[in-house]
């Protein structure tokens, strides 16, 4: 069973400041996406990474995929309280199926 | 991108009462759609694969004849859940696998079994 794992689970941080949170894999997915979701909703696609070593950045989020490409970081600079929402993980594996780590409840208190 | 409408976004049903959920794909022709149960502060876990034209392929653990999934057309599928009780009260979502195999998510129907 393919399982990731997300640290922290939850994180409060004041407006303005910087964090970084993770998802590690127990083993090798194609490909590592990065999801929102805001409560009651459905979770929003922020990013695709595929190869080891890969960075993407969206405006003030910075994703990274680790070399080996078990591992990936969210990097949020400045974050703001729009940030606010779950932060989920998730392992492409064949023909598409998803696996989703726990998430990680992020709070930006203005 | 697929836009992908879910209905209803919440129902409220009495134990053993059965509820179908709906999930659109409203401007691409889905042959894959995916149905998620997401219970408070966890995350998405997959039920099952929805085929148009044929079964559906449920994940282990999964009660194929309580969970009732029928995609009869490239844009709709949907979700009976059966004889409901208070256990299957959770969060249901629908994806639909578009163009260069990208998903693309409804929003969701909450799901209270009294």
């Known amino acids: 069973t393919q399982l990731l794992e997300q640290s922290p689970q939850f994180l409060s941080i004041q407006e303005g400041e910087n964090l970084t949170v993770y998802c590690n894999s127990s083993s090798v997915f194609s490909s590592l996406q990065w999801y929102r979701q805001e409560p009651g909703e459905g979770p929003v696609l922020l990013v695709t990474v595929v190869t080891g070593g890969e960075v993407k950045k969206l405006k003030r989020l910075t994703f990274q995929f680790g070399d080996a490409r078990k591992d990936s970081s969210l990097h949020i600079t400045a974050a703001q309280p729009g940030d606010t929402g779950l932060y989920l993980c998730?392992?492409?594996?064949?023909?598409?199926?998803?696996?989703f780590g726990k998430g990680i409840t992020l709070s930006v208190r203005p | 991108g697929a836009v992908v409408s879910q209905h209803p976004s919440w129902v409220i049903c009495k134990s053993g009462t059965s509820v179908k959920i709906e999930c659109r794909s409203l401007?691409?022709?889905?042959?894959?759609m995916f149905w998620y149960r997401q219970f408070p502060k966890q995350s998405l876990m997959l039920m099952a694969t929805?085929?148009?034209?044929?079964?559906?392929?449920?994940e282990q653990g999964v009660e194929k004849d309580k969970f009732l999934i029928n995609h009869a057309s490239l844009t709709l599928s949907t979700l009976t859940v059966t004889s409901a009780h208070p256990e299957d009260s959770s969060f249901y979502i629908c994806?639909?696998?578009?163009?260069?195999?990208?998903?693309?998510f409804g929003s969701g129907t909450q799901l209270s079994v009294l």
């Open positions: 994806s639909v696998k578009g163009q260069r195999e990208k998903l693309f």
């Open positions: 929805s085929n148009e034209g044929s079964k559906a392929t449920y």
């Open positions: 998730a392992g492409v594996g064949a023909n598409s199926k998803l696996t």
């Open positions: 401007d691409f022709q889905a042959t894959t």
